[in-house]
């Protein structure tokens, strides 16, 4: 049974390109969680998607960053005209259910796609 | 707005010395608690998780936490650590009845000589 799937797993964009991150839940799995980690930090919530939903964007910055889960497909986090300060490392999770408080609720990570911007 | 601390930023232990990992949060209501580890090169794994009930959980690999309420902690334990025990351990909490995301705390690296 295949785990979470991120890529790429390295990505280098110089400042101003566009950055598009994949993330392909665990088979079962409608829920996706995008966390940003920066250097010395510890992970960051960013956004939580359901297919075709988004349901908390509030650790998403305003600007520049969107998200989206299609019916078909991966998970996609797009950063556009990057700047330096989006070097980071970008975890995905999913989790077969969103509920608080039971299994369900248990996220299963995948191994990040590290974004440099040069 | 709740947050994680994590007190110990680098721990360095000799093989089969007990660990302690200091886990902290601060949130006045009811908490799920989870422990990730990050072995090098690897994904964050879930050692193990407090949902209800008994406060000492026991999770994988020998690892156990304690849930203690009143000092808000859920500190990590090992009675005799391995020196494949070297890794990135995160500490998080999920509010009960939020969305789902977790607080993270800033990780603490655990270095483990043979």
């Known amino acids: 049974n295949a785990g979470v799937m991120q890529n790429p797993r390295h990505l280098v964009r110089r400042r101003g390109q566009e950055a598009r991150l994949r993330c392909s839940p665990m088979?079962?799995?409608?829920?996706v969680y995008w966390y940003r980690q920066l250097p010395e930090e510890g992970l960051k919530f960013m956004v939580y998607?359901?297919?075709?939903?988004?349901?908390?964007e509030s650790g998403m910055p305003k600007e520049r960053f969107s998200a989206e889960f299609p019916k078909e497909g991966p998970s996609i986090l797009r950063i556009q005209q990057v700047v330096r300060g989006d070097s980071a490392a970008y975890f995905c999770?999913?989790?077969?259910?969103?509920?608080?408080?039971?299994?369900?609720?248990?996220?299963?990570f995948g191994p990040g796609t590290r974004l440099t911007v040069l | 707005a709740q947050s994680v601390s994590q007190h110990n930023h680098h721990v360095i232990l000799s093989e089969a010395a007990s660990l302690e990992l200091g886990c902290n949060y601060s949130?006045?209501?009811?908490?799920?608690l989870f422990w990730y580890v990050q072995y090098p090169g690897q994904h964050l794994q879930l050692l193990l998780k407090y949902f209800s009930g008994d406060p000492l959980v026991k999770g994988i690999k020998g690892f156990e936490a304690e849930f203690i309420k009143s000092k808000f902690s859920f500190n990590l334990r090992k009675p005799s650590v391995q020196w494949s025990d070297t890794a990135e351990y995160f500490c998080a909490v999920n509010a009960r009845g939020s969305q789902g995301n977790l607080i993270f705390g800033k990780g603490t690296k655990l270095s483990v000589k043979p």
């Open positions: 088979k079962g799995h409608s829920h």
């Open positions: 999770a999913s989790s077969r259910g969103g509920a608080s408080g039971t299994s369900y609720n248990e996220q299963f």
């Open positions: 949130y006045g209501g009811t908490v799920n």
């Open positions: 998607l359901q297919k075709e939903n988004i349901i908390d």
